[in-house]
């Protein structure tokens, strides 16, 4: 018994002292070595949550001019973009892009204003805001009751048709909300906008005032757009070179034949004319007019164009550039009054009757629409290309697509 305790209280040997020391230490490193691994984990994954959440989102988009465009902004745009939409996202990464263009835009146009001294107020946008939501700061005087109209004369037309004078038809206003309503409308959309896109009030009234800048830039630049041009009003008769219809495929051996629908109208198939016989009945047309002949009557009876031969083959007012070179050029050497000779185009042939000339005649609305468009796209694409313009622009800059619900 006394032998057994003494056994067991010896000392160590320096072999197993040696061993103890080497565990010990052994087991240190490695709990320094995992504390290590684990102390990078935290410091990854603390840069990586900085980088997605501070970093990326505040580094530039784009440079427009030395002006940095926030990748913040940028996100928020797009799903903007994606929210204001009526159809669910189909092309994300096209749409995106279409964004990065706008705020390039937008900033040039920014520019532009306070270079020409364009200011657009608070009082502005919050007006614009309003009508946004149907609200009036002051509502419109309720438009007078017409009073009854006389059925009016029937005026002559130069084509010798008799048409009644319009009566002008009062369009219908639209409803104004109550401040109340504005407000609780305004309310409830910015709610929305925050939670699927994450702007603000002051996004969405700095979106309000870009596209005052804009408005105001348009009228500025297309203010010396003209009004009014050279101008006739001129008839046509059109005869056109008719191709054959093409031969029916045969059907396949033992397939039936279609039943055919007995409450379908059938279509008149026009009798095939080349290019001589096409001439041939311009020119007989023509010898009728020279004998005597009422333009407008023909033009019913053999123009092919069958929706101004309706209407004696009148085309109304046009100014140069609106239609075919060929036509376009016989129709400006002729003075009131006047009929062409058989004028070929690539429609075939007409015969051009020139009822008035205007030197001034006012652009109807929508040539005028077009024409003061396309001047403000030539500068502003002028500007494009004056612009010193980075973009750093790159697919995972794109917000994730968000779903059908949450839209």
Do not use: C
């Amino acid at each position: 018994m006394t032998r057994h305790r003494q056994e067991k209280t010896r000392a160590e040997t320096r072999k197993e002292t040696f061993r103890r020391r080497r565990d010990a230490e052994r087991n240190r490193r490695l709990v320094i070595g995992l504390a290590g691994v684990g102390a990078l984990l935290v410091i990854l994954l603390g840069a990586g949550i900085i980088q997605e959440l501070v970093v990326k989102p505040n580094q530039p988009i784009a440079t427009v001019n030395g002006v940095k465009l926030s990748g913040k902004e940028y996100s928020q745009r797009v799903l903007f973009n994606w929210y204001q939409a009526a159809d669910p996202v189909t092309d994300p990464q096209g749409t995106s892009v279409q964004v990065l263009d706008q705020m390039v835009d937008e900033q040039l146009l920014q520019e532009q204003a306070q270079q020409r001294g364009i200011n657009v107020s608070a009082d502005e946008v919050a007006e614009a805001v309003e009508k946004v939501f149907g609200y009036q700061r002051t509502p419109p005087a309720p438009p007078p009751t017409p009073a009854p109209t006389a059925i009016s004369e029937p005026t002559a037309t130069p084509g010798g048709e008799f048409t009644p004078t319009p009566v002008p038809t009062p369009l219908p206003t639209a409803t104004p909300v109550s401040l109340e309503a504005y407000q609780s409308a305004l309310q409830n959309y910015l709610t929305r906008l925050k939670q699927t896109t994450g702007m603000d009030e002051a996004d969405y009234r700095k979106l309000v005032e870009a596209y005052l800048i804009r408005q105001k830039l348009y009228d500025t630049v297309t203010a010396d757009v003209a009004t009014t041009a050279e101008q006739v009003r001129a008839s046509h008769i059109l005869v056109r070179i008719i191709t054959p219809a093409p031969t029916p495929t045969p059907l396949a051996e033992g397939q039936p034949a279609p039943t055919p629908d007995p409450n379908a109208q059938p279509t008149p198939t026009p009798a095939p004319r080349d290019d001589a016989q096409a001439l041939a009945r311009i020119i007989e047309v023509k010898q009728k007019l020279d004998a005597g002949g009422d333009f407008a009557t023909l033009a019913l009876e053999y123009s092919d164009d069958t929706g101004s031969a309706a209407n004696g083959g009148e085309l109304g007012w046009f100014g140069r550039g609106q239609m075919v070179t060929e036509f376009e050029d016989a129709a400006f050497s002729l003075q009131p009054g006047q009929v062409s000779d058989p004028v070929q185009t690539p429609f075939g042939y007409h015969l051009i009757k020139v009822e008035e000339r205007d030197p001034a005649h006012p652009i109807d609305q929508y040539t005028l629409q077009q024409q003061q468009d396309e001047a403000f796209n030539t500068w502003l694409t002028d500007l494009r290309t004056q612009a010193q313009v980075e973009r750093n622009w790159s697919l995972d800059k794109v917000p994730p697509t968000p779903s059908a619900s949450a839209r």
